[in-house]
């Protein structure tokens, strides 16, 4: 367990006392508006291994906090995330995929079950299993200029769980389609048009606005919260764990063709 050490950042958080942990690949500021930041800036907080580890850690016990009232999810470096690091999936064949599928979602599910609000705060790349976890936070946060998607298919990867996720938020199928079959990303501005973004905020405020929702979610009855939020996780219980339940089945079938290993080396090669 990392060593905490006291921060008292007013222009930061309203409050009299934070207390900031430094993991290996993630920053926490914990107050009453705790916030976890992603810590991989030079790999744009691309999730390997020991960060989606540490990440399952941290909001597990900031859930278990009753101290701790909302969380705020965020990136350094001006990105929120990037999504897989290739790195740890190159060499994979379709024996690896069942693994795999069990670390991304012991992940999904550890931001899917805090029991109190949770916003994701955006700022630059939020893709792929980035964006996802964007996806399951309660509210989303984005700069105009923000990138979003789904871009799985450019390595030889479906866009499984996060065609789920998004259908989950009511997105049109059309839409889905377009966006995991061409890879194309779209702005923070473009998101709120399709519902999946709650709130624009001007260029580098997206921390402040995602900061005064906290102030206004925590604000509330927080009994009344937690049902909402439990609500809203049986709404979408059934897509959800399809989507996991399928995706190890069609991943596995993808990566024993060997395409997308072969796609991923060639990029890292650039």
Not at 16 to 35: D, L, P, Q
Not at 215 to 243: F, G, W
Request: hydrophobic letters at 40%; aromatic letters at 6%; glycine letters at 8%.
């Amino acid at each position: 367990m990392p060593e905490p050490s006291n921060l008292r950042d007013n222009n930061y958080y309203p409050f009299s006392h934070v207390t900031c942990v430094n993991y290996e690949e993630i920053v926490v500021k914990e107050g009453e508006i705790s916030e976890v930041i992603l810590n991989r800036p030079k790999k744009f907080n691309a999730l390997n291994k020991s960060l989606k580890s540490e990440l399952v850690e941290v909001l597990e016990n900031l859930n278990q906090n009753d101290s701790i009232k909302a969380i705020i999810l965020s990136g350094m470096g001006g990105n929120f995330s990037t999504g897989q690091d290739i790195n740890d999936i190159v060499s994979f064949s379709g024996k690896d995929v069942s693994g795999w599928m069990e670390e991304l979602k012991r992940m999904f599910d550890a931001i899917r079950n805090v029991d109190k609000p949770t916003i994701a705060s955006i700022e630059g790349y939020a893709t792929g299993a980035g964006f996802q976890l964007s996806l399951l936070c309660d509210i989303r946060v984005s700069s105009p200029t923000a990138k979003l998607g789904l871009p799985e298919i450019n390595i030889g990867i479906p866009s499984i769980t996060g065609s789920k996720f998004l259908r989950m938020l009511g997105v049109p199928i059309p839409k889905i389609a377009e966006l995991v079959m061409t890879g194309n990303l779209i702005s923070g501005a473009e998101g709120k048009e399709i519902g999946i973004i709650n709130y624009v905020a001007m260029e580098g405020r997206s921390h402040s606005v995602s900061l005064d929702i906290a102030k206004q979610l925590i604000s509330k009855p927080r009994m009344a919260q937690r049902v909402h939020k439990r609500l809203l996780r049986t709404m979408t219980e059934d897509l959800y764990n399809e989507s996991f339940r399928f995706a190890v089945e069609a991943d596995a079938e993808v990566f024993n063709t060997g395409e997308p290993s072969k796609i991923m080396r060639s990029f890292l090669k650039r």
